[in-house]
């Protein structure tokens, strides 16, 4: 029965594979950049369904303002 490697990125005989690319070797800082695109497009997704499907009503406001307000006295 051939040994097993104690770790991932060693073989049996202890030395270091070479020319393996696996998802756990990705350096921290490639993986942060991809989830921060990741959520900016969802980001982004979600605000272009919010333009496409939601329709704003359009209503008439009006405001009364106080004469005092409008002039005021000295």
Do not use: C, N
Request: net charge neutral.
């Amino acid at each position: 029965m051939p040994e097993t490697a104690s770790h991932k990125e060693t073989d049996s005989g202890g030395k270091q594979k070479q020319g393996q690319d696996s998802p756990e070797l990705m350096p921290t800082l490639f993986r942060f950049i991809i989830t921060l695109a990741v959520l900016a497009g969802i980001v982004y997704g979600a605000m272009f369904a919010l333009v496409i499907f939601v329709e704003p009503k359009q209503a008439e406001l009006s405001v009364r303002i106080p004469a005092e307000k409008l002039l005021p006295q000295k």
